[in-house]
């Protein structure tokens, strides 16, 4: 990828002399940053601004890495062939008129993308914004000339885009508010080649990036973008487009690509320890916060030590936090007689720390010097947040010397900054130089502190694939599981446990009865109570069509539901005896293959409470132990899984064991589409499958 | 209070000639913008900042309605003694020094209260900033003179405070920002006498003020606050600091004031229809947005029109409206006709609307007018929403006539902007002066706008008291309800059970029983499944001390477990026998008496559920109908009570009216501290007591 991004000069087809035009400000951005040559191609001119001008690529003088194209989409095919045989090895195309206009567009980018696959030429775009690095000064783009005036001001956050917007607009509102730094800008467009996972593969590598954003519509290969930010412990933020119904359809009409759908993403993206944002300026607030803090201390932990001016700041800190997993720091002794020092008689401190009658005593600068040092000096704290104000009152601190304490505590600070306009502006300047992440609103500044202090995952983890393949290959061995590729469709209730059993995931006792005494038999081994099922080809709501008899108690009761199940089944199906297992706790659990993530597992509420409080958590298979317990740790329902109310907790090692199973079988098993268990009721401390379905490609009916 | 508004002379006891200090900022703040006499009061000069000093209050000359007093704590009683020999009305005590700094303030606090309670003197603080009001331009306050530079730009937002941070340095930040109009703020401190109620009670009134603001650590009087919030139409909204059990250390610490708890106030605040916020630009944004829109036509909805510059503002947009209870509107054929005319042929338009096409096509200025004249027409759009771009390209807007098409339609336009820094400031500014809600951040935008179109109070009730009285006297005289005034202490679930059905809640059949004999004559009337339960006075727990028998079916069964239950009990309690109530899902409803906010009514989700995912709301008794119906929809289970999986939808009526039965019972029995029902299980689409548990005042062992 390196001509696109350090190119040994640059070809402009489509370049005009017509100010205002893409064309002419494609190579006046060149001209202004770009130190290589630039080669201006039109037949039609011989110089544009200043520069020589080639009737066609084929006359444009090495070196040239990098032809960016703008010319109407119609001529791009032939000018993408001519580059090809002049030996470009990349190309931009920053035209749009492809496929996110219609069938047209469509074919037109199809013939374009057959070129590439033939040639082996590399294409960025179509229908983008191309590339801005602000360390090279390079601007590769249509993007006003205006952004010059803004100083591209550089810093160690790298973002791609799947929208001209946040390359092109956006990134000219963040740069012009100066108060965050940017190393490289990548719009990828319509992606017809050059996607995602090419720029971040290069991105995790740039010795310029520190932490990459992504504003994505839909993710080309999920899986390969979960292995690149495994592979990395450079922090990778997602904001993903089109997360709901009404937000998908939007991306539908806008890309011409799918959305990457809802839960199943946020789950992969969980996985692979990618920070997930909602909206634009949220983004890169965690870029600019990962950036500064791209890794922190082993075993930091979530506790904070917050130093306000006013007892108010602190109290809605103190509840924010909260709501973000974060804990107050409760102070060492040290810290306590430290703090008491600047701080009159009556008011022993504590966190949140109300610096205001410190600083009555002692001025704001010792005041907030000598906090600052107790509580990096305090194990007892893992960040310090810290509230200042510019202007207007006598409330100056020394930031540098509070960024150098904090740097050299190995502990990451916070600023939150009210006051005036312009002072403000100036301290998150100086925060910016100074690598201290500055807010204006509390709220921002906790959420990026909680994502920073909570974030899972920070460590490269080894690839889930290779643990996992000795269990798959085990499965796809097992003489037990022949039904998985003899049958096809839906399997009944009881052949589906059969396969769970035979992979190790605990179910019900169950025996398939034909009789009246064959279940007399059956109840005298199980005893009572016990339940009742008719398996019915066909018909999956059991409880719906009076299939389905729970707590029977006697033999005459048996008798009563086996003799009743006969006549409503009339021939047709099965009769399932099973132990009725107790338990008020139920889950599900359960496999799924997406169409783009491949094999799912997932896993969440069950019985009653699933639809109604849609508490489900999904993860891409094959899961490793930590995936697996990572993924029960992300449901909401988490706390019931702990002991209360006189039970047990729930063994989450077993838990985590079938939900790594059911991905493995899924991955052994191409034809199985789809496994339900639900429920899976919680028997003291234990879990286990009392219903389950599993659905194979094909029809059996 | 007009005095504190409007004085005609304000007294400055404590004023000083030296510069910098409160006593000499409050002359300074008072010469720059109050039009009336100033007396600074103080033996020790003649003349300060070029007014006539006088050494006592009592030479001061008429007028003087108002004292402001800057004097040490100390001094503050005789001070106050003065004032009130000297006929002076009002009183702002803006020293520090009182309850805040522990017990020898609080005395002298104290002290100066009674003086305020023997005179009739109202005292407003101690340790506050006292008011700034805007269109008046009147500053009495120690805030630094630095305030004037701002320009003290005016607005039609009220705020009043428990902090000076909120008073002082944040007004600061907002007003030197100038992006939001303020009317007064008013900062309470340790409010001694005037309190938040009296202030609220005031700017309802005040026709400068259209949105009232409100941060507090402690509510003086959560009942009277609600009755006066539902006393008006005027927007209130709150932001209740110390809410978490860390904030609430904070809060104690800090206002030597008890926090108000959280999940009681949050429905408290509910029940009257006051917003709440998170954080402080929050709060001043839900107040913008709320002063702009103080009210909203009738049958408006929840249908927004988004307008983006671009196709990922768009659908971020449409994601985050899903979040925050928005919907998308579904245009009308003519909308989507009138789109059309501006749009490329390749784009029929939906909502939302991506501009970029018919902008590149027809300019910026004729594809938002267009847009949004076609959307303010269309009957399925309530509100829009649009996005702006302010510097750089070609994206001008007339946003005074996208303003006035809005205004004219009635509908509330939403502004998100961004660009270079110094145009999307003028851009605010100017948005500002229009009426028009204009934010930097998408999440923010809808966030407001999702507060605004989902505000669920926006009519005055009827006083809920007047309804109540007549069911409240009913319970008082019912002759059933004889316990509640002759018993002390836990009542045993039969005796609480019988106490419920008397009010008319529906409660499990059941008997007591002394015998195995009893017991099977009571199994003959109810039918099986039963359970048997004992009673042990002092046990609550009856499950973890093996007192619960459920699914007794046989006759057998039943003799075993009430054999078994007389020897657990050896001769304690009783016996209770009920039918077995079917049903899987479970509720839990309850009463408590809070401290500070009276009798209180509970519901959530009941069973193993409860604990673990906390889902419980709470209302203020009496209740309404209204008000017990808006309860159960704030519940996160809430689509439980629907239909769903075969099961009926539960009648909210009924469980709306156990609710209001449980607050009236409340209300007409001073005694009861406490009502449990867990569960209430839903059984054929009606809640049923199957457990419960009152609790008298005083002790019964």
Redesign the interface.
Known sequence: MEFFFRPKGIAVIGATPSRQKGGNIIVSNLKTGYSGQVYPVNPRYKEIEGVTCYPSVSDVPDPVDLAIVFVAARMVPQVIEACAQRHIPGVMIQSAGFAE??T??EALQQETRQIAEKTGIRLWGPNCMGLVDTHQRFVFSTV?P??W??GLPSGNVSLI??????A???L??LM???TMGIAKVCSIGNKMDVDENDLLGYLIHDPDTAAIGL?L?SLTDCRRFMALCRSTTKPVVI?N???????A???R???ASLSAGGALVTGAMAQAGIVTA?????LVDFCRTLGMYPSLPDRSGNRVAVLT????????S??????HGL??STFSDATLETLQTVF?E???P?N?V?MWPGIILNGSKKTYDTAMMSVCADPSVDAVFVHC?A???S?DVDLERMAKTAREAGKPLFCWI?????R?YDFQKSAQQLGVPVF????RAVECMGMLLNRSSRAIETDPETEADEQIRRLKQDPRLGMLTSKKGFLDEGVSKQVLEACGIPVVEETCVTSVKEARLVAAGFGF?LVAKGMVPGVS?K??SNLVYL?I??EQ?LEAAVTTLQQTMAGRGRILIQKQVSG??ELMAGFVRDPRLGPCVMCGLG???A????DTVFGVAPLTLTDALNMIDRL?????LDG????GPVDRDVLAGILKTLGHLGCAYPDIREIDINPLIIHQGRPVAVDALVVLEGENR
């Not at 001016?309 to 809605?316: K, N």
């Open positions: 206009t219609g047209t567009g006003t205006a952004i005036d803004t885009a799947q929208s001209g917007m946040l092109g607009a956006f000219i509102d012009s508010h100066g504003y519509e904001l487009g089109g997360k709901t119904a009404g937000g359809a939007a991306a009409s806008h890309t909602d909206g634009f300026y949220q001016y006013t007892g108010a700041a602190g109290i809605v103190a509840d924010l936090m909260h709501r804990a107050l009159p009556w008011m022993p504590s949140p109300d104000f202007g207007g009152f409330l009210s006051g005036e306009r312009d403000t204006r609103e509390v709220m109570p709501h409880t719906e707590g108690a006697s009761d008020n706790r019985g009653v409470f639809e109604a409080l849609n909401k329902c988490r706390p019931m209360f109310r006189g039970m």
